[in-house]
């Protein structure tokens, strides 16, 4: 009871900006619910509220993001996804790998604060939003670099999903090497298929669309390693101060995971895994109108220059990347 009393407030008020921006969502799919629960929540933080609603607003941002996490794996199954997208695997590695160094050594030059690098980079290179929300809390990334790393992503997202489609027309690609490129080289899951459903309208084929989903689901297991590596390399650096893995560890990862494998051994039913993707949908929006609720946007505002810079380089090297491997591979 103790525990309800004290979040009840904060949970509710993300729980009904949420469903305004799950709404808002369904309406303007490019963009998508989680954007818009982090964009109203921003819009709301300029207000005064009462402290009342931070630690629910605070347990929010953070439990509820990893309970969504979670849910998520019960909506994938490991042998399809492994089967259909292992000819994507090399390039996958490959434009992750270009993402995650590009933002390394740009983010150095740029001077831009280490979490928002982190979240930038694998934002760029797994799966936008959803990468960034397993991360956040690995790192402990503060609220104003989980704004500001997804309102980069949201930036390219909406834009790749106009130009990619012309791009691809451009460059006289196939309905294959386009589902490729746009499942390597797009961040976010929404912004994936509103472009490959762009280029399965123009073209009469859904073949762009489908190996688009499917590769963009190989990209996302990426989730597992990547947050693994950076709760090993934080355990390590925190030595000093007598942190134990246990209390980096990201147990949610290994609780998505066995939902993961749960999931493809006993083949739930499609009705349950539509909720159950439904549900985590809605909670990732919560958590991120949390997020936002707990962000400073004038302050956002001033920092915003660099991450885009950062943002835009990673994008870039994604795509090229992406290209130049398909030509090497013959893909088209």
């Known amino acids: 009871m103790s525990f309800v009393k004290k979040n009840y407030q904060g949970i509710l008020l993300s729980f009904f900006i949420a469903l305004i921006a799950t709404f808002l969502g369904q309406r303007f799919s490019i963009i ?18 009462k402290q009342m609603f931070e630690p629910g607003i605070a347990f929010t941002s953070k439990k509820i993001l990893q309970y969504a996490i979670v849910l998520l ?44 690098s982190i979240l930038v980079g694998v934002g760029s290179s797994i799966c936008g939003g959803s990468a960034i929300a397993a991360t956040a809390p690995v790192i402990k990334a503060k609220g104003e670099d989980i704004a500001t790393s997804i309102s980069v992503i949201f930036l390219f997202n ?25 499942g390597t080289a797009i961040n976010d899951t929404s912004s994936v298929v509103a472009a490959g459903q762009t280029w399965a309208v123009s073209h009469a ?5 489908n190996y688009a989903t499917i590769v963009k689901l190989t990209r996302t297991l990426a989730i597992i390693p990547i947050t693994l590596i950076l709760a090993f390399y934080r355990s390590k650096k925190s030595s000093a101060v007598s942190v134990r893995m246990s209390e980096t560890f990201p147990w949610f990862i290994l609780f998505f995971l066995l939902a993961a494998i749960f999931s493809t051994v006993f083949q739930l039913n499609e009705n349950i ?11 990732i929006t919560m958590a991120l109108t949390a997020v936002g609720l707990n962000t400073n946007l004038v302050q956002l505002v001033k920092s ?29």
């Open 158 to 182: 909406v834009l790749a999903a106009f130009l990619f489609p012309i791009f691809g027309n451009i460059l006289g690609m196939n309905d294959i090497g386009f589902g490729m490129w746009a």
């Open 273 to 283: 895994v539509d909720f159950l993707t439904t549900l985590s949908k809605f909670c």
């Open 304 to 332: 915003g220059g660099k991450p885009i810079l950062l943002g835009f380089s990673c994008w870039v090297s994604i795509m090229l990347v992406s290209l130049l491997m398909q030509q090497v591979l013959g893909i088209w």
């Open 32 to 49: 998508g619910g989680p954007v818009f629960g982090i964009l109203l929540g921003l819009i709301i933080a300029l207000f005064p509220r």
């Open 205 to 209: 084929s859904d073949v762009a669309l």
């Open 73 to 116: 794996g019960f909506s994938m199954n490991l042998f399809q996804i492994f089967a259909v997208g292992s000819q994507s695997l090399l390039i996958i590695i490959t434009t992750i790998a270009t993402a995650l160094i590009v933002s390394y050594f740009i983010s150095k030059w740029l001077k831009v604060p280490t979490d928002v």
